[in-house]
């Protein structure tokens, strides 16, 4: 044998030696039925037995990320440690289980043509015609080969966006189907969501769709074995062997996934419906006992018996859209679980802000924070509603774009720069307090060109930051193109805006921080994408007993 076939042929084995287990997970009948959730939820339940997991989203767009979509496209958008600009559902899986998430994670079509196209151009393929099968489905089956194949993992589950049906996510339902086959029927599972409606004029559940949606699935070749039935109200025995019948699957394998009051209590839905015990059996695990106890007690428990209740302002431009400040609600409800508090958040876009004032929208209010986000829309409203909370003395968090606002309110009001601003909304500024970070100028292209993932930041000591985190160092994760102007640090500084956390090999100011108020913390990173139920992030924790203290 060759040299390089014999490299070929030892990759082959190694791959095909491969010993983690495989769950995939389709959709059928409509979008949205919370796949993600239910993904990350079956991580959870797995990890609870003591099973190392990770998660793959493929995404069938051909963006080659989310990065460069609008938020009316895609919700918001998902930061690695890495730096990898993803699907939020990758917020899901991390907010859930351990599993330590890169860009490998996140598979799109974008990404797959990329590299198949790249590969042709070289010559990789020389003389044969490149096509979906085998092309692109092989390099499907190796991005995910690639991420079973990471050390210790016991089980990868790889959720397949979009609806069975659609045109776009046929090569990667193909992909499944094949990898199937090549890891051996035993160590793969398929569950499909799906939607069972409740008919209130007949007053039952309907299994029809369920029933086409899995035909479909059949017709190009997956079988589902589990079938999980998103409904509003519990299936009865009756309704579950209905779809066992029709789908072909055990009737002790269609789980009812009912609706629930706190997306954290869906792991614990899963287990009661003995799903775990299912998988185990399908894909003979070795599970270590199980433990949801922990996740019960310091997550659901607290999250159901509330002793206070808050109030926090979110002020933003894309309030309507349930998902585009995902982590930042996230965040700030686990926040609430650790303050033993009821958290009510209330959307306030900051357009309204600049017709009506904020007194309208903040008045009753324990805390306001401002999230991150592109473009002028909005600015002068948000810029509004920090002079409110600074000078009413609210607590206030400024999270990115959030940040860069204070130093401009805090430049026109109290430094007297008048005009001051970013010169992401005004080039022409006298005063430009926040401007382009010096590694960003001359980068024309806008996919994936931002600083982006986790860097360090240094806290200063005596401030509210370094009492929240509890440590000197700490890593958030990024994504901006503008940056506080180091020129501008003296006179904020004089003014009492000090510089909290400094990025120490470039001096960035990464937070900064008031000290004549309540609490009033604004950083350029996102700490929202490192929150957890159980382990809420400490800036956000401290904002919200703040906001409790403030009542
Ligand atoms: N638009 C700002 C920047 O690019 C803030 C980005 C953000 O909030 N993520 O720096």
Redesign the pocket.
């Known amino acids: 044998m060759s040299g390089l076939s014999n490299i070929i042929y030892k990759k082959r084995v190694k791959e095909a030696m491969s010993v983690a287990k495989y769950i995939f997970v389709t959709g059928g009948v409509v979008s949205s039925l919370g796949k993600g959730i239910a993904s990350a939820s079956i991580g959870k339940l797995l990890e609870s037995t003591g099973l190392k997991i990770t998660l793959i989203k493929c995404d069938p767009y051909i963006n080659v990320d989310p990065g460069t979509m609008n938020p009316f496209q895609h919700g918001e958008v998902y930061v690695t440690d890495d730096g990898a600009e993803t699907d939020l559902d990758l917020g899901h899986y991390e907010r859930f289980t351990n599993a330590k998430l890169t860009k490998e994670n996140n598979i799109t079509t974008g990404k797959i043509y990329y590299s198949v196209i790249s590969k042709e151009r070289k010559g990789d393929y020389l003389g044969k015609t490149v096509q979906i099968i085998p092309h692109i489905t092989d390099e499907i089956k190796h991005s995910i080969k690639k991420v079973a194949n990471r050390k210790n993992i016991d089980v990868v589950i790889v959720e397949i966006g979009g609806t069975v049906g659609d045109i776009e996510s046929r090569p990667f339902l193909e992909a499944i189907r094949q990898l199937r086959l090549e890891v051996g029927r035993e160590n793969a599972v398929n569950i499909h969501v799906t939607l069972v409606p409740y008919i209130k004029a007949a007053g039952e559940v309907k299994t029809k769709p369920t029933q086409h949606s899995v035909g479909t699935l059949r017709e190009i070749g997956i079988m589902p074995d589990v079938i999980l039935c998103r409904s509003e109200k519990h299936l009865t025995m009756q309704a579950k062997e209905k779809i066992a019948l029709f789908c072909n699957v055990d009737k002790e394998a269609v789980i009812s996934a009912v609706d629930v009051d706190t997306i954290y209590e869906v792991p614990i839905c899963l287990y009661k419906e003995g799903l775990n015990g299912i998988l185990a059996r399908l894909l003979k695990l070795r599970c270590r006992g199980r433990n949801l106890t922990r996740w019960q007690k310091t997550v659901l428990d607290k999250i159901k018996n509330p002793v206070n209740a808050v109030t926090v302002a979110v002020v933003g431009k894309y309030i309507i859209l349930q998902d585009a400040y995902k982590s930042i609600y996230e965040a700030l409800t686990h926040a609430a679980i650790a303050n033993n508090t009821r958290l009510l958040i209330k959307r306030v876009d900051s357009e309204d802000i600049e017709k009506y004032g904020s007194h309208v929208y903040l008045n009753d209010v324990d805390a306001i924070l401002i999230?991150?986000?592109?473009?002028k829309r909005g600015i002068e409203g948000k810029i509004e509603a920090v002079r409110y909370a600074r000078e009413k003395e609210i607590p206030f968090f400024g999270?990115?774009?959030?940040m860069?606002i204070a130093a401009i309110e805090f430049a026109r009001n109290i430094c007297g720069l008048k005009k001051a601003n970013?010169t992401?909304f005004n080039s022409k500024t006298p005063y430009p307090v926040?401007s382009l970070?010096e590694e960003q100028r001359g980068v024309k292209a806008k996919g994936a060109t931002?600083?982006l993932g986790k860097y360090s930041c240094r806290l200063r000591k005596d401030t509210k930051s370094i009492k929240a985190y509890g440590r000197k160092v700490v890593s958030e994760r990024?994504?901006?193109?503008?940056?506080f102007n180091n020129r501008y640090r003296n006179i904020f500084e004089k003014n009492g805006l000090i510089a909290a956390g400094i990025y120490p090999n470039s001096d960035l100011v990464e937070i900064v921080e008031l000290a004549n108020h309540p609490w009033y913390i604004a950083c350029?990173s996102?700490p929202e994408f490192k929150s957890k139920p159980d382990i809420a992030h400490p800036l956000f924790k401290s904002f919200i007993r703040a906001a409790l203290k403030n009542r």
Do not use: T
């Open positions: 999230p991150g986000g592109f473009g999270i990115c774009l959030g860069q970013s992401e926040i970070l931002m600083r990024h994504r901006h193109r503008y940056e350029q996102h």
